[in-house]
T-cell receptor
Framework: QSALTQPASVSGSPGQSITISCTGS?????????VSWYQQHPGTAPKAIIF???RRPSGISTRFSASKSGNTAYLTISGLQAEDEADYIC??????????FGGGTKLTVL | EVQLVQSGAEVKKPGESLRISCRASGYDFTTHWITWVRQMPGKGLEWMGKVNPSDSYSSYSPSLQGHITISVDKSINTAYLQWSSLKVSDTAVYYCARWVRGSLFDYWGQGTQATVSS
């Protein structure tokens, strides 16, 4: 199972919006409504910010939103804040009880 | 409060065996699968496999099948990740996480650093 493809890095200024893509195939991202996004600050465990393509867990800011088109999922962060600087990693169910992560995208808040 | 507490850092030599643990508390251990995820130095996350604490059934990433074993001891609410013969490339931080459904993991352990070096 190949890792999902994400851009290595994105950046934006405070207050701006950014979008991160996550490209897979019809066997994972495009085949199920089970894409999640995780935020990971250095030296800490990942934290779920989106699940089932576009749902937010309780307590996650509405500045985080997500969508999907075909085999590509998207995470949008609006109103960028300094605390959003972190790695963002997508994950998808890939059938047969297998899951696959993306390579991760480092977000820099300028 | 749900918590997953992992065992401490390990330093091993190639060819040695290793078992790291993940102790769950704050919920009924048998209601959620436990998954293991690794993060190699400077790299992204990699799903390794998961285990059902209710019946000990496990499933693995095809790329790791045969190299690792994931197990549980539900009498002590603990999941394990083990190797019988480590490789240098097994050097990574290993996380356990509680799997909810699909690709959602809602609680994570603090991570265990495993270093394999001759």
């Amino acid at each position: 199972q190949s890792a999902l493809t994400q851009p290595a890095s994105v950046s934006g200024s405070p207050g701006q919006s950014i979008t991160i893509s996550c490209t897979g195939s019809s066997s994972d991202v495009g085949g199920f409504n089970f894409v999640s996004w995780y935020q990971q600050h250095p030296g800490t465990a990942p934290k779920a910010i989106i699940f089932e393509d576009d749902r937010r867990p309780s307590g996650i800011s509405t500045r985080f939103s997500a969508s999907k088109s075909g085999n590509t999922a998207y995470l949008t962060i609006s109103g960028l804040q300094a605390e959003d600087e972190a790695d963002y990693i997508c994950c998808s169910y890939a059938g047969s009880r297998v899951l696959v992560f993306g390579g991760g995208t480092k977000l820099t808040v300028l | 409060e749900v918590q997953l507490v992992q065992s401490g850092a390990e330093v091993k030599k190639p060819g040695e065996s290793l078992r790291i643990s993940c102790r769950a508390s704050g919920y009924d251990f048998t209601t959620h699968w436990i998954t293991w995820v690794r993060q190699m130095p400077g790299k992204g996350l990699e799903w390794m496999g998961k285990v059902n604490p209710s019946d000990s059934y496990s499933s693995y990433s095809p790329s790791l099948q045969g190299h690792i074993t994931i197990s549980v001891d539900k009498s002590i609410n603990t999941a394990y990740l083990q190797w019988s013969s480590l490789k240098v490339s097994d050097t990574a931080v290993y996380y356990c996480a509680r799997w909810v459904r699909g690709s959602l993991f809602d609680y994570w352990g603090q991570g265990t650093q495993a270093t394999v070096s001759s």
